[in-house]
């Protein structure tokens, strides 16, 4: 008998709990309001909070039902609606599925009276204060937004710390809302008293003379602390290559005096650095390049480089020296060295130059001015000789756009002055400019426009004479598509390129994204090298895959010359960053 009550006992405890801990299938609708009240109501609801619960039960879905109406009401007073009306609904079908219906009526939005923010101290002089009171979220007249008013206090203590206010504070921080004549008073005084100032700069390391590193820092002791310019400091620091480790920090703060001592420890990199590159290019064939560079030779911050390069076209050793001069973050004088040879379908050269160059930035250009003495045994097409030119030269470029290696966005533009003189050291007179423009715009999310164009022109009297690496050809991957590598140009009597006195190319390209890195284009060229800016341009179009490596897309492109008979198709290959 006790035996048979307590298999009983079992089976009703089975039972319960098999009620109690059952899943109840529950859904919500949530109706009246945009996407971000939405959001905010859903996580002030507690059904939805406990829809996915093993716990929850009928009964207590109706318990949380009931406070719904309450919770979406403090859902939306933040954002100033504190007049809503809440219809709510709660049904199940005849699967037992639960589903709470909630339809919101937001009312009217609180307006703000009055708005009244005081700024007291240096902080009424300071222009970054300034600017940031002169384009607030909250204004008088507005829709009073609790995110709102404190993203403004956040944003005040958050400056003020970024600029040396370290006493500042709130004397008075008050929302006033009046539920009867429904409008909302905001005041807030933030008083900032003594801007703190730069101290000492301790520089810990013996890699570098204090006087290179001292121009390397953007402010001065006594100027007025800024967070911007500590961290300028450590950019500056860590991208001149020198360190494998940059540490800068503000130190104690010297409350005598005001000021802010800044720390900064540095950790050499090793002294010897090599690289080893193995590619390929269509207009290059199979490559392999080898590096081997001193970041530091001694505590001037003086550099050398050296490279070796090898395709199928030919050879080339380099060598430069860098020395850091006037603003070491963006000026060298380079001194430089080195051997190419080439042999492509159109010519033969073996060039040999020393050059000088001062490498600097004036305001967001970059500019270098060379001057660079070279030797070059050429052939082209007929032409043969042995060409000496001492050819100064000056470019400008510059790049508008926040990234230059994936680019959504961006331009470059770049120009390049440079000649010779037979009383100068050279074997003829010549003068040349060339240009190029290049421009990247996103059409919606998935595509890209991507133009380029390049012009080119030389004035001489002796053209034959002028050695290849001075005479301008096209065609390639970076020219005229579907057409080889330096193959397009002027022709003598037999048929064979000679190059140009001119250049002249340009190239549209439709760019869409598959997703990840994956990515296909169309694009159409044209250009050629010429003698008169009438001659015929060759036309060539195409299409072609992308894929986005760490150093920039990876093209490959399937091109035909349309201009060349029977339309022959070519591969072309190229990776490179977009701008």
């Not at 109706?62 to 309450?70: F, G, I, M, S």
Request: net charge negative.
């Amino acid at each position: 008998m006790c035996k048979t009550w307590q298999w009983l006992l079992a089976l009703v405890a089975c039972f319960y709990c098999n009620t109690l801990f059952a899943q109840v299938s529950l859904g919500l609708d949530i109706r009246g309001v945009d996407a971000e009240l939405e959001k905010n109501v859903r996580l002030y609801l507690s059904l939805e909070q406990q829809k996915e619960s093993p716990l929850l039960t009928e009964g207590r879905i109706k318990r949380l039902h009931t406070k719904a109406p309450q919770e979406i009401a403090n859902a939306l007073k933040p954002y100033g609606y504190y007049r809503p009306e809440i219809s709510s609904e709660l049904t199940r079908s005849d699967a037992g599925q639960w589903r709470a219906t909630y339809t919101i009526d937001k009312g009217p939005p609180l307006p703000v009276a009055e708005f009244r923010l005081q700024l007291g101290g240096e902080l009424q002089q300071d222009p970054a204060f300034l600017k940031l009171i002169g384009d607030l979220p909250l204004q008088e007249g507005g829709v009073f937004n609790h995110a709102q008013y404190e993203s403004i206090k956040s944003n005040l203590a958050r400056l003020a710390a970024e600029r040396g206010y370290f006493r500042a504070r709130f004397v008075e921080k008050q929302v006033e809302i009046d539920l009867n004549t429904y409008e909302a008073r905001v005041r807030l005084h933030y008083e900032g008293g003594p801007r703190y100032r730069f101290g000492e700069v301790s520089l810990q390391q013996d890699v570098l003379e204090p006087q290179l590193l001292q121009r390397y820092i953007p402010f001065n002791q006594g100027d007025p602390y800024n967070l911007n310019q500590v961290i300028d400091l450590q950019h500056a620091l860590n991208d001149t290559d020198y360190f494998s480790r940059v540490e800068v920090s503000p130190g104690e703060v010297e409350e005598t005096a005001r000021e802010v001592p800044i720390n900064v420890k540095l950790i050499p990199r090793k002294p010897h650095r090599y690289t080893l590159g193995l590619g390929y290019g269509t207009d290059t064939g199979a490559r392999a390049r080898f590096g081997w560079e001193m970041p530091r030779l001694n505590e001037s911050g003086h550099r050398l480089n050296t490279d070796v390069g090898v395709s199928e076209i030919g050879y080339s050793l380099g060598v430069r020296y860098r020395i850091p001069v006037l603003d070491p973050r963006t000026d060298q004088l380079i001194y430089s060295a080195g051997v190419v040879n080439e042999e492509t379908d159109t010519s033969e050269s073996t060039l040999h130059t020393l050059g000088v160059a001062l490498n600097q930035s004036r305001g967001q250009w970059r500019e270098s001015i060379a001057l660079n003495y070279q030797q070059e045994e050429f052939v082209v097409a007929g032409d043969r000789g042995d060409s000496t030119l001492l050819i100064p030269g000056v470019d400008w470029s510059r790049t508008w756009g926040r990234e230059f290696v994936h680019v959504l966005d961006g331009l470059r533009f770049d120009i390049e002055f440079r000649g010779a003189s037979e009383k100068l050291m050279s074997d003829t007179d010549f003068f040349q400019v060339q240009g190029g423009l290049k421009g990247i715009t996103s059409l919606g999310s998935n595509y890209r426009l991507i133009a380029r164009g390049r012009l080119g022109s030389t004035r001489t009297d002796e053209f034959n004479q002028l050695p290849s690496s001075v005479r301008f050809f096209a065609g390639g991957s970076q020219s005229v598509r579907g057409y080889a590598f330096q193959s397009l140009g002027p022709v003598d009597d037999s048929g064979r390129v000679v190059g140009g006195k001119h250049l002249m190319t340009g190239s549209i390209e439709l760019e869409r994204s598959l997703g990840g890195k994956w990515g296909v284009a169309v694009f159409y060229d044209a250009g050629n090298a010429i003698d008169d800016f009438d001659d015929k341009l060759e036309r060539g179009a195409g299409f072609g895959l992308r894929w986005k490596s760490p150093i920039g897309p990876v093209r490959i492109d399937v091109a035909s010359a349309l201009t060349e008979p029977g339309k022959p198709w070519r591969l072309h290959i190229n990776i490179g960053p977009d701008l």
